[in-house]
């Protein structure tokens, strides 16, 4: 496909930019997606609001409500998902919601007619996307339909050969920067198909092929591809893999060119940057290479850019350290804003990271610093098939005293982790990302792992340790760490929950009593009774001091469950 094929953002809503009867999902034509832009825009302008947040899990309908509310002259701001923390942080930024979000606005079925549209102006027409939060809370970054415009020229330019007229399909949400761009705003732009649902089990890609295909995913959905799938199909019609939100580990990178027959290509940016870089690998990491557009330098080890994906024409700073590679492009060394003070010293945490990686023992590892009265360096880890065996073994504290042994000389003693998780996955987002505030949540559980003594159908018997690490601690009783009574209400449900398979909503609390305060370090028998007939739990939690809390909840019963 030439370059000069590709219709520019803001020209997507002319109907005379291209025939009616273009495809543009495999259900749906131009003419299909105008209509649908027409009566999104209908909509929109009938609210007097001008920011909307905007959150749709079909890629089509999202496109034209993205669009339509463009045309209406609103501002879209698009949340990563749609969990009550996230919706109430965007109350005081926005007017109204539209699209699949609780009480919100929806364009109307009956056709509009979209022969008013004109062309966008691509300096008016703005959108606010937010950042994984990989150091803290997700960060609003306000974007242009000309910065927009800009990458979709570059990716275009770079790989619009490779892609031909392939159907694009991916595993990653549009409502980041990355799949908006991908998924959404480059195929309409290159006349290219895009599916508009997103795939999230591998099951799906199976049955992919071996019709002329793209897959847009994340690194955390290529280094989990199962040996024991049927991978000839998806195969046989994959023209491109692209991978973004971090880097891909060596072995992933090959076992996809080894399953799949494609090198993955990696593309290196960040919501605030727009796209930087790319470099394509089949084991082995290349140097990454520019961006069409993008030029780059390095100043005191910092990469720095400068790139019309930017806001500012100007020399942007990141903060990647990064070196300059023998034969051109660049290779980075971890994050320079991942130094922490410990003791009047300053640490890297990637340098620790790093040297952990590179241990046999583990697959994955994360280093963070968990704030509190004394910063505590923590390590959230994927264990390899040794690393299993030897957790097996030894436990969770031999394991981490091997690798303390690893880091020694590596790192300073003060430097050396405290505390350790070993899981079967780091946790992540919609896009695939693992954020500072995920790998946190980590050693901020919410209950403590239950020992179970007895699990019958109508009784069970447990204990918890009630460690100082609980999430229930934080924000409660600062002048002692007490556990308040509703954490022991929601401990018994959730545990309710996992011994009798209870549903329903809680409706009300009966004879419900507190008796002695619960402090870390305390051991609590918990004994739970569930009587299915009425939908009730009792519940009892004791320990040497005597009974803490007692009572019985009362559910939905399942004939008036939704």
């Not at 109907?15 to 929109?44: C, G, K, Y």
């Not at 076992?255 to 930087?276: K, N, P, Y």
């Not at 402090?519 to 739970?528: C, F, S």
């Amino acid at each position: 496909m030439v370059p000069e094929a590709r219709i520019p953002l803001g020209d997507l809503t002319r109907v005379d930019a291209t025939p009616p009867t273009l495809a543009v999902t495999p259900e749906h034509d131009r003419s299909q997606f105008l209509a649908r832009v027409a009566a999104w825009r209908q909509a929109f302008a009938g609210h007097s609001g001008r920011n909307h947040a905007l959150h749709l899990d079909d890629s089509f309908e999202f496109a034209a409500a993205l669009f339509g509310g463009w045309l209406a002259g609103k501002v879209l701001w698009l949340p990563g998902d749609t969990l009550p923390a996230t919706l109430d942080r965007l109350r005081s930024e926005v007017d109204g919601w539209a699209g699949d979000l609780p009480g919100a606005l929806k364009a109307p079925e009956v056709p509009a007619d979209p022969t008013t549209a004109g062309a966008l102006d691509p300096d008016a027409c703005r959108l606010v996307l937010f950042t994984s939060g990989s150091t803290g809370e997700p960060g609003a970054i306000g974007k242009t339909l000309r910065q927009l415009d800009h990458e979709v020229g570059a990716l275009e330019a770079q790989f619009g050969a490779t892609m031909g007229d392939a159907l694009v399909q991916g595993t990653v949400s549009h409502q980041h920067i990355y799949g908006l761009l991908f998924r959404v705003l480059w195929p309409l732009s290159a006349r290219r198909r895009f599916a508009p649902r997103r795939l999230a089990y591998n099951e799906e890609l199976t049955v992919l092929g071996p019709a002329p295909l793209v897959l847009v995913a994340s690194p955390a959905h290529l280094k989990r591809l199962p040996e024991n799938q049927d991978w000839r199909s998806l195969a046989a019609g994959l023209r491109a893999v692209f991978s973004s939100g971090g880097p891909l580990p060596a072995d992933a990178a090959h076992d996809v060119r080894r399953l799949w027959g494609q090198a993955a290509i990696e593309v290196f940016g960040s919501t605030e940057t727009g796209g930087i870089a790319w470099r394509r690998s089949g084991g082995a990491a290349p140097p990454w290479l520019p961006l069409p557009g993008v030029s780059w330098r390095l100043a005191d080890g910092l990469l720095e850019l400068q790139s019309p994906h930017l806001a500012e024409a100007g020399w942007f700073r990141t903060q990647d350290r990064a070196i300059a590679a023998t034969g051109g492009g660049f290779e980075l060394r971890g994050r320079a804003d991942r130094i922490v003070k410990l003791e009047e010293r300053r640490i890297s945490l990637s340098a620790i990271e790093r040297r952990l990686q590179a241990s046999p023992l583990l697959d994955e590892a994360r280093v963070l610093a968990l704030p509190g009265h004394r910063i505590l360096v923590a390590v959230a880890a994927v264990p390899s098939a040794e690393g299993r065996t030897r957790l097996d073994q030894a436990g969770r504290a031999g394991l981490a005293s091997m690798l303390r042994d690893w880091l020694a000389g590596h790192a300073e003693a003060i430097a050396l982790p405290r505390r350790w998780r070993f899981v079967d996955a780091l946790p992540v987002d919609a896009q695939g990302k693992t954020s500072e505030r995920r790998l946190a949540d980590l050693f901020r559980p919410h209950l403590p792992e239950p020992q179970w003594h007895e699990r019958a159908p109508g009784h069970a018997r447990l204990a918890l340790e009630v460690t100082a690490d609980l999430a229930a601690f934080e924000g409660h009783f600062p002048q002692a760490a007490v556990l308040p009574g509703v954490a022991l209400i929601d401990w018994a449900v959730r545990l309710g929950r996992d011994a009798f398979g209870v549903r329903g909503g809680m409706q009300r609390m009966e004879a419900v009593k507190f008796q002695h305060l619960v402090r870390p370090g305390a051991r609590l028998q918990v004994e739970l009774d569930w009587q299915p007939a009425t939908a009730q739990l009792g519940f009892r939690f004791t320990s040497g001091q005597g009974v803490h809390a007692s009572g019985r909840l009362r559910f939905a019963p399942p004939e008036d469950e939704a």
